[in-house]
């Protein structure tokens, strides 16, 4: 147990170290909100995938490869391509687009992309980012409680506490710095026990080509890629359901921040790929150690969860316990940490800075001074934290069944549904207006609470829509009402606008301007 805890402060010492180096650079919003954009393309899409990925890949990933084998490697195959279209096709454009702009936020985007008079589109984008990014970082302290809990045998509440302190006063510290560098940290530590785990564990097999055979006797849905019982519309929905998960990586706001923060648009054409390999690496070994997970600790007609916990979510702890020394164990205990910690910092700050520049500096005090701006940001990113904290220990009370996979994947559906199909049409339909804009905001937010609570609750074909989850109806919903609503009440002004704006971005440099930094508007 020694060798657990030492290695868990020596995690958290590094965290409060990289917080401190970075509160000594934040001298105004843009410093506490993007970094004053300064990130490198290391940092940035190490931090983009690490935010993206979250508690729900180390513990529920990893618990879903157990629960169903083969076919939840659709979910890698989903992500790879939601990261890779976010960050080979819509990268570029949005990131000289938020140049040009000047934005610090995608609501600074969206309102310059529309050329906003009302205050509208900026109220209605901050209201829903702030709610579902309460639900979003309640799922990781609720899993920071949960890791704990597995693998210290702490109480869950005392672990989630620990966890909300430590996240807590690294971001109020350093901002969106702070949140950048310890993410490329803590991706880092990820990807290593990831790929090491899956690889050390099947070379220690004495038998490893039984793999497959073993998980047939157990079950042969666990080999199948559409699940037990084959291809049916259960299955499909399922499968789809997995894969569609990647459309959360299209424009929410969580990831774009990264895109708005780094360096140049030249930085982006080397993060991309970046971004690609982790993805594979991360979700690939993910699926394969739960898969292990159900070979080596169940047999069949027994349950995964009776064995493995809710979800099989404790396959990881499983798997590291048994493939590792203890001192290596702690390395896994600070690599699910942090899993948790990049995805809060990041959302923390990212809400803070919503309510503070969006709300605050733009409609109430426009005259607030960028120190007092940071500081005010600082004291909403504390209370933002405390919210989550009270959300997920009353979750915990009141749905002890719940599972860390589908709790996450809640709050991520619901601000990929609200953010995503409007920034699609933004950045690729000029016809695109800020009323249509609205109204799929509000079409998102709303479906995806209707997915959840009415649709799923149906007879006969509630379960078909739990199968698919909140995400493919909430955000081919959004997607609809956005185009219908820009054709109905189209405006050729804001059309013509923006494709002036979309020449500027392909006119050469001026002389006052250097090829790879920001184009600021005029």
């Known amino acids: 147990m020694f060798e657990k805890y030492a290695m868990i402060t020596l995690y958290f010492g590094v965290l409060v170290v990289l917080g401190w180096l970075a509160s000594r650079r934040i001298r105004n919003m843009s410093d506490f909100v993007v970094g004053g954009k300064r990130l490198g393309y290391w940092v940035a899409a190490f931090s983009a995938q690490a935010t993206g990925e979250s508690a729900w890949l180390l513990l529920g990933v990893t618990g879903m490869g157990a629960m169903v084998g083969f076919s939840a490697y659709w979910i890698v195959v989903g ?95 350093g901002g969106f710095l702070a949140a950048a560098w310890t993410d490329m940290f803590q991706g880092s530590v990820m990807l290593l026990c990831l790929v090491l785990l899956p690889v050390v564990a099947y070379l220690s097999l004495s038998n490893s080509d039984a793999i497959h055979a073993g998980l ?149 005090n426009p005259g607030i001074g960028d120190a007092d701006a940071a500081k005010l940001c600082r004291k909403v990113t504390l209370i933002m934290a405390a919210l989550a904290l009270g959300l997920a220990i009353t979750i915990s009370v009141l749905s002890p069944g719940r599972t860390i996979f589908w709790f996450v994947i809640f709050g991520w559906s619901g601000i990929a549904a609200t953010f995503c199909p409007m920034i699609i049409l933004s950045l690729f339909w000029p016809k695109f207006t800020e009323r249509a804009a609205i109204a799929s905001m509000v079409a998102g937010f709303s479906m995806t609470i209707i997915s959840k609570f009415v649709l799923q609750e149906l007879d006969g074909t509630g379960p078909y829509f739990v199968a698919l989850e909140t995400m493919p109806p909430s955000f081919l919903f959004a997607l609809l009402v956005g185009w219908a609503v820009s054709v109905i009440w189209p405006s050729e002004s804001l059309e013509r606008q923006y494709q002036s704006d979309l020449k500027a971005l392909s006119a050469p440099p001026t002389a006052n301007e250097t090829p790879g930094r920001p184009v600021t508007a005029k």
């Not at 610090?104 to 109220?123: A, E, G, N, Q, W």
């Open 79 to 173: 992500e790879v391509i939601g990261v890779g279209l976010a960050w080979f096709v819509m990268a570029p454009r949005f990131k000289r687009l938020t140049d040009q702009y000047e934005s610090m936020t995608v609501i600074d985007y969206l309102v310059s992309r529309f050329k906003s008079s009302t205050h509208t589109l900026r109220v209605i984008s901050a209201f829903s980012l702030c709610f579902f990014v309460l639900i979003y970082i309640s799922a990781q302290i609720d899993a920071t409680g949960s890791a704990f809990a597995s693998f210290l045998d702490w109480d869950y509440l005392v672990g989630a506490i620990v966890g909300f302190v430590v996240v807590a006063a690294y971001c109020i510290a």
């Open 216 to 364: 047939q006797a157990i079950d042969p849905g666990l080999v199948s890629f559409w699940g037990a019982g084959g291809f049916t519309l259960m299955n499909f929905c399922l499968v789809l359901g997995m894969a569609l998960i990647g459309l959360g990586f299209l424009g929410s706001p969580q990831v774009f921040a990264r895109l708005i923060a780094i360096r140049s648009s030249d930085q982006i054409s080397r993060g991309k790929w970046v971004a690609v390999l982790f993805t594979i690496l991360v979700d690939f070994s993910a699926v394969s150690i739960g898969i292990l997970g159900r070979y080596l600790f169940t047999e069949a007609g027994v349950a995964p969860d009776t064995v493995l916990g809710n979800g099989a979510q404790d396959v990881l702890p499983a798997m590291v316990e048994y493939t590792f020394p203890p001192w290596i164990v702690g390395l896994y205990v600070a690599a699910v940490l942090a899993a948790i910690m990049s995805t809060v910092s990041s959302l923390l700050v990212m809400a803070a800075g919503s309510l503070t520049h969006d709300l605050y500096e733009r409609l109430i």
